[in-house]
């Protein structure tokens, strides 16, 4: 069973359009997040979510917008892609905010 | 500002041979330390964490780690190591109570494994 599972796991798209990223976790985490990794292999938290409640917002553009219809699911809007948006997202949970974090296969976003 | 440092961009080293890679890191409390692994193309895999405790402590794969707190260091070693081993290693150090569980992340250490 996935622990944490991403969809889509590719995305290419045009500037200006909107997509959604999907993330779904099985291991009863209470916390979620999503870390961006750019081309040079950076990962930078976005957001973190603890029950549904919103924690972290680490100076994302307000074109992203996380949305946690419950304590499992965590995912990732984002409006007027830009080429600078194209990057691998990961999906990340973890139990409570005190433990490891476990992660997603990621999403590897390009914006053509 | 917390932050990660891993110092080496990319090492390679022979397979069977040992292998140490290097994190210095600066937080402001006891520091919560890990390393992940990714392989190309897929998500990161836990190796170990750090959290109190054993200052040396051991993890999936063969690897272990070393916390000194007088070097803010946490480096990795595993003493023999196999092809399969090649990946991007990333250091990581959490904030938990009060910053919402967040890692922060070193720029990673590339390992390719010669034949």
Redo the contacts between chains.
Sequence with gaps: DTA?SQTPKYLVTQMGNDKSIKCEQNLGHD?M?W?KQDS??????MF?Y?NKEL??N?TVPNRFSPKSPDKAHLNLHINSLELGDSAVY?C?S?H???T???????TRLTVV | AQSVTQPDIHITVSEGASLELRCNYSYGATPYL?W?V?SPG?????LL?YFSGDTLVQGIKGFEAEFKRSQSSFNLRKPSVHWSDAA?Y?CAVAG??N???????G??TELSVKP
Excluded at chain 1, 100 to 106: L, N, T
Excluded at chain 2, 99 to 105: R, T
């Design positions: 944490v916390t997040y870390y040079k292999k950076f990962l930078k938290i973190s603890n924690i972290i680490e990961f990340a973890s409570r905010t005190a490891e974090a476990f992660f997603g296969q990621g | 890990f992940y990714q897929q998500g990161l895999q836990l964490k991007e990333f938990f109570y910053q919402g569980g967040k890692l922060i992340f720029q990673g």
